[in-house]
C-alpha cells in the first residue's frame, strides 16, 4: 500500500450528486479495494500507477471549513472513497472534520463500509441533521470477501444496530445490487428493526472493472452468466424495471421508507410509478 500526505486548501468540491450541494473526500484512493469501485477514475487525475486499492493519498488541509455557505445545505462525505478505512485510525482526518462540522446548521450523511464509525459515536450524537448509510450487498461473508476489503457483513449490521440504539438516523445502502446475486429481501427482513431508510443501487460495470466481474460471474456463478451478459453486453434494462418494481411492492407492503437509484445505460433514472396496469415507467 502506498500512502502518501498531501496538502489541499480546501475539503470542499460541489456536487454532481442528486439532492447533495457539496461532498467531502477525506481521502483519494481507498484500501477496500472494491472490485466494483467506480471511483477507480480517480488514478486517472492523481497519476497513480498503482492498482485501485493499492494507495490512499491522506488530505492535510491546515484551512478551516467555512461555515457561512453550508448552512442549510446537503453535504456527502465520502462520494469517491471511505472515510473510515483503516487509515483513519492513525490520521483522524475524518474525525476532525465532523468536529468542524458539529455546530453548523446543516444537513450531513457519511456513507461507509467499515464498523470504525464507530470510533466517533460521541462525535455523531451532537449532530442535529445526520444521517449515517452503511453498504450492505450481500449476507455472503465469502462472496463479501472476493469483491472488498471492508469490515464484514456481521460488523456491518452491528454498527447499524449500535448506530441506531444511539438513535443516530441510519440508512443501509444496498449497493451495488449483483443480479440474482443479492439476497435484497432477506437484507430488509434481517436488518429492518434498526434501520430508518433503504437505498437500492444497482450493478453498473464499465472501464477495465466489467470484463473482470464478468470474468468473476462466469467462474463462479456460470448459471448467472446469460443473465450479465444479456445486462453488461446487450444493454438490456428488463432486469433492472422488473427488480425496482419488486423492491417498490415489498417495501410498502413491509412499510418501510426507501429510495430506488437505478439508471438504465443513458444515465435516466428508472423510476417506479403507479400506471393502471401498475407496471414500471421511466419517468
Excluded at 490512499?56 to 471511505?82: E, G, M, Q, R
Excluded at 470504525?116 to 452503511?134: A, G, Q, S, T, Y
Excluded at 430508518?196 to 460495470?205: G, I, N, P
Excluded at 472501464?207 to 446487450?234: G, Q, S
Amino acid at each position: 500500500m502506498k500512502i502518501k500526505e498531501v496538502k489541499v486548501k480546501n475539503l470542499l468540491s460541489k456536487s454532481n450528486l442528486p439532492s447533495c450541494d457539496y461532498t467531502i473526500n477525506p481521502y483519494i484512493g481507498c484500501p477496500h479495494a472494491c472490485k466494483y469501485c467506480y471511483a477507480c477514475y480517480m488514478r486517472k487525475f492523481t497519476n497513480h500507477t498503482e492498482q485501485w486499492g493499492e494507495f490512499v493519498d491522506v488530505k492535510i488541509c491546515d484551512n478551516k471549513i467555512h461555515d457561512s455557505k453550508l448552512v442549510n445545505k446537503n453535504i456527502f462525505i465520502s462520494s469517491a472513497t471511505d472515510c473510515y478505512n483503516g487509515l483513519e485510525k492513525k490520521y483522524e482526518v475524518t474525525r476532525k472534520i465532523l468536529e468542524q462540522l458539529k455546530d453548523i446548521p446543516c444537513n450531513i450523511t457519511i456513507s461507509t463500509k467499515s464498523s470504525l464509525i464507530l470510533r466517533d459515536i460521541d462525535l455523531l450524537k451532537e449532530f442535529k441533521n445526520l444521517k449515517v448509510c452503511l453498504s450492505i450487498n450481500t449476507l455472503n461473508e465469502r462472496f463479501k470477501n472476493d469483491m472488498d476489503r471492508a469490515s464484514s457483513i456481521k460488523e456491518r449490521l452491528e454498527t447499524l444496530k449500535k448506530l441506531h440504539l444511539n438513535k443516530i438516523n441510519t440508512i443501509l445502502f444496498m449497493s451495488p445490487i449483483f443480479p440474482e446475486i443479492t439476497e435484497w429481501k432477506e437484507i430488509i427482513d434481517i436488518s429492518k428493526d434498526f434501520v430508518d431508510e433503504y437505498w437500492f443501487e444497482d450493478l453498473k460495470l464499465r472501464a477495465d472493472y466489467k470484463p473482470k466481474i464478468l470474468k468473476y460471474i462466469k467462474l463462479r456463478y456460470p448459471n448467472l452468466f446469460k443473465l450479465y451478459d444479456e445486462i453488461y453486453n446487450k444493454d438490456k434494462d428488463d432486469y433492472w424495471k422488473s427488480l425496482a418494481q419488486d423492491i417498490k411492492n415489498y417495501c410498502l407492503k413491509i412499510k418501510v421508507n426507501y429510495e430506488i437509484l437505478f439508471f438504465n445505460k443513458k444515465s435516466t433514472k428508472i423510476k417506479v410509478k403507479e400506471n393502471k396496469d401498475t407496471q414500471l415507467s421511466f419517468l
